[in-house]
T-cell receptor, first 113, second 114 residues
Framework: AQTVTQSQPEMSVQEAETVTLSCTYD???????LFWYKQPPSRQMILVIR??????QNATENRFSVNFQKAAKSFSLKISDSQLGDAAMYFC??????????FGKGTSLLVTP | EAGVVQSPRYKIIEKKQPVAFWCNPI?????LYWYRQNLGQGPELLIR????????DSQLPKDRFSAERLKGVDSTLKIQPAELGDSAVYLC????????????FGSGTQLSVL
């Protein structure tokens, strides 16, 4: 079974600064997808960014970018110019050729003024 | 367009009582998922429907949990009887086909079993 590990239970960043959230995963597959989801207090899981394993180029969505290191099985999320609205739980998730998402335990991000 | 709608938002019950959660997916989404999210954890899949058929219920504790999606649209997840360990957030999600990359989640039902 695939496992997803988020080693940082909590992170803090000042407004306008940059923060990186870590994620590692374990798999024997070569074709898979990786995701970062944001879960604010409303509890709704919101897709932030995704990465296909066959793509070497790191995905970017506005202020959010990833550092995908396939050999190291690492998938970190960088948030630039942090905003108060970025405060939430962030979950890393893995999906192989099937349909099930495997989530990590999450990282709580606090943004301070 | 409305997103995935779930109700109730909160539910508090005593152990051994029954409880039901309702989900209405995004219009046109034929695939529906129920996830359970324990405190301090990520969501875990309980059951997946394609239209009205439960195509994967391998993680659903069948002794006390049941689910239905009779007309292939909205769905109900039931627990009977509830146990203390069932306290969690129950999330519903939907997608068009099996494109998990385009998965939309509801806001969940937070269940507290006392």
């Amino acid at each position: 079974a695939q496992t997803v590990t988020q080693s940082q239970p909590e992170m803090s960043v000042q407004e306008a600064e940059t923060v990186t959230l870590s994620c590692t995963y374990d798999t024997s597959e070569s074709d898979y997808y990786l995701f970062w989801y944001k879960q604010p207090p409303s509890r709704q899981m919101i897709l932030v960014i995704r990465q296909e394993a066959y793509k070497q180029q790191n995905a970017t969505e506005n202020r959010f970018s990833v550092n995908f290191q396939k050999a190291a099985k690492s998938f970190s999320l960088k948030i630039s110019d942090s905003q108060l609205g970025d405060a939430a739980m962030y979950f890393c998730a893995y999906k192989n050729s099937g349909y099930a998402l495997n989530f990590g335990k999450g990282t709580s991000l606090l943004v301070t003024p | 367009e409305a997103g995935v709608v779930q109700s109730p938002r909160y539910k508090i019950i005593e152990k051994k009582q029954p409880v039901a959660f309702w989900c209405n997916p995004i219009s046109g989404h034929n695939t529906l998922y129920w996830y359970r999210q324990n405190l301090g954890q990520g969501p875990e899949l309980l059951i997946r429907y394609e239209n009205e058929e439960a195509v994967d219920d391998s993680q659903l504790p069948k002794d006390r949990f049941s689910a239905e999606r009779l007309k292939g649209v909205d769905s109900t997840l039931k627990i009977q009887p509830a146990e203390l360990g069932d306290s969690a957030v129950y999330l519903c999600a939907s997608s068009l086909g099996t494109e998990v990359e385009k998965l939309f989640f509801g806001s969940g039902t937070q269940l507290s079993v006392l």
